[in-house]
């Protein structure tokens, strides 16, 4: 199963950063959202970003969650999951901007080699990275269980899925900005 397309996940409420962290400047990009629909576009060919509002200063292709009042990754992933062409998506949070393509390209052969898979994610020292992964159409069935329960739990969601976890050894390619002190701390790093 080719994956063509990526998603970028920027819908969430940022309440530990105290402000909407995919509209912060980052890597000479006007926003954490730019800089990794940016990186991405040199991957695949088709990028979304989802998101709750159009609240972005670049055109790109947006997905709007699927529910405006529910801050779920589960929901958005249903969202685009039923919205794209192909068989599988690509997704990424905004606030992990030091995952690089050449990881991206590793998770996609592994998930395009085998198959049967449902997903395919980064794992690294604090385990497994859900919104780091590959996630086959096929998984919709599940998901709409699991939001019919109320159950919006993303690792939940992976153990009733066939997956695979790619190991990934560089602790700063997975980590999230979740603060205002990682945040400064990525900004540094970035140079």
Do not use: W
């Not at 990526?6 to 400047?25: F, H, N, V």
């Amino acid at each position: 199963m080719r994956v063509y397309e990526a998603a970028i996940l920027a819908g969430g409420k940022s309440s530990r950063m105290g402000k909407d962290k995919a509209l912060l400047p980052f890597g000479g990009y006007s926003s954490l959202a730019r800089y990794q629909y940016e990186k991405l576009k040199r991957v695949f060919p088709k990028v979304y970003i989802s998101s709750k509002a159009g609240k972005f200063d670049f055109q790109a292709d947006i997905v709007e969650d699927g529910d405006s009042e529910l801050y779920s990754p589960l929901i958005a992933l249903h969202t685009l999951l039923a919205h794209i062409e192909g068989e599988a998506l690509f997704v990424i949070a905004v606030d992990m901007p030091f995952v690089d393509s050449a990881a991206i390209e590793e998770l996609r052969r592994l998930f395009e080699k085998r198959e049967g898979l449902e997903a395919a994610m980064l794992a690294g020292p604090n385990g497994r990275e859900p919104l780091c992964a590959i996630y086959a159409k096929s998984a919709l069935s599940e998901i709409r269980k699991r939001i019919s329960r109320g159950n919006h739990r993303l690792n939940s969601l992976i153990d009733a899925l066939e997956h695979e976890e790619l190991a990934c050894n560089e602790p700063e390619t997975l980590c999230n900005l979740n603060h205002p002190s990682d945040y400064l701390e990525a900004l540094r790093k970035k140079g």
